[in-house]
Structure formats: C-alpha cells, structure tokens
T-cell receptor, first 111, second 116 residues
C-alpha cells in the first residue's frame, strides 16, 4: 500500500509553544486529512483539505495541502495539555475507496 | 451527528475461540464500512472494506476466512475473529461512510482484543 511518512515521530514541548508536523508521500493525493487519536480511542477528524495549496484552520490548528499534492503540514499554536495525543495524516486518491494513514506523530505537552 | 459506536470496547478471549465485534452508525446510514487494525505505537492498517449487502473486499495479507466481515444493514457491520490466537491481539477500529467516495469516514472508538 501507499506509504505516508510523518515527521517528527514524537515531540515533547512546553505548554504554550507552537507545534509543526508534516506528512510526505511518494504518491499524489487529492484529499488530505488530519486526525487526532487519544489513547484507547478511535481517530477524530481535525481538518480536511481538498485543493493543492489550500490552507485551512480549525481553532488553534492550521493545515496546508502541499503544492505538489505529495505532502501536507499541520501546525498547532499555543499548545495546551489536552493537545497530547497521536496525530495522523491520511490521504485519499481520486477513485480510491479507502484512506492511507501516516505513521503518526506523538505529541507530549509539558505543563 | 455522525457517531459510530463499537461493541465491546474490550474483550479477552482464550486461544482458539471466536470473537465478534460490532460496529454501528448511530445517526446516519453507512453505505461503506471499513475495518482497521492497530498494533501498539503503530498506525492504522486497513483490513477490509465492506459495502452494505455485498461481500467485503480484503486487503492483501488479510485472511478472509479468519476475519469474517458482515455488513447486513446500513447501520451495522460485524467483524468476527475466528479461532483467535495471541498474535491476533490488537486494537480493532471500524469507520463508516455515508455516501460515496469523497465523503468523510467517521471512526468508532475501537475494540481492544486480547487473546490469552
């Protein structure tokens, strides 16, 4: 299947700091999604992106659909303790039925 | 809206027995449901895709005789792990989609299976 690599794998930050993470692929995707997963729970959709270059915000979260359509970025501003969790990107190709998930970025926020 | 539930949330079973996991879309009709497996500290791996009333489509490497999927109605899909073994212990997550491609998938809370 498609391989989506996320960077960094994990990060430890102080509360109040901004966070940046990215997701890259060797293949083109037409939809990029960002999910957050808390321990023992299913993923929850944060942001969906549908066009190359698109920049979309959801509260303190901002995500961008890369121009090449092979990458996407997620930024979290002014992090808070409840931002702790694993962030997954997911890509979908036109005509494909399913999502391909990234390797995940584990975020720890130190109060 | 768009709530997906799973039952049970966790289950422990003995090696050799079968376990059934239910996935329900509570407030929408799910044309397509997906089953994922997630091992500790790893990403979600798609196991199979099922459309209501049709046979499931399994991903390469997933044994269809071991992981039986039934999508008998627009609100319910079941995954049965037959003759479970310890290596089947994992976190199983379903998702449901209303409508065709391009619509969002909504994920259930997952079921943790432990086979002893």
């Amino acid at each position: 299947g498609q391989q989506l690599n996320q960077s960094p794998q994990s990060m430890f930050i102080q509360e109040g700091e901004d966070v940046s993470m990215n997701c890259t692929s060797s293949s083109i995707f037409n939809t990029w999604l960002w999910y957050k997963q808390d321990p023992g729970e299913g993923p929850v959709l944060l942001i969906a992106l549908y066009k190359a270059g698109e920049l979309t915000s959801n509260g303190r979260l901002t995500a961008q659909f890369g121009i090449t359509r092979k990458d996407s970025f997620l930024n979290i501003s002014a992090s808070i303790p409840s931002d702790v969790g694993i962030y997954f990107c997911a890509g979908q190709q036109t005509g494909a039925n399913n999502l391909f998930f990234g390797t995940g970025t584990r975020l720890t926020v130190i109060p | 809206g768009a709530v997906v539930s799973q039952h049970p949330s966790w289950v422990i079973c003995k090696s050799g027995t079968s376990v059934k996991i239910e996935c329900r879309s509570l407030d929408f009709q799910a044309t397509t449901m997906f089953w994922y497996r997630q091992f500790p500290k790893q990403s979600l791996m798609l196991m199979a895709t099922s459309n209501e009333g049709s046979k499931a489509t399994y991903e390469q490497g997933v044994e269809k005789d071991k992981f039986l999927i039934n999508h008998a109605s627009l609100t319910l899909s079941t995954l049965t792990v037959t003759s479970a073994h310890p290596e089947d212990s994992s976190f199983y997550i379903c998702s449901a989609r209303e409508g065709g491609q391009g619509r969002w998938q909504y994920f259930g809370p997952g079921t943790r299976l432990t086979v002893t």
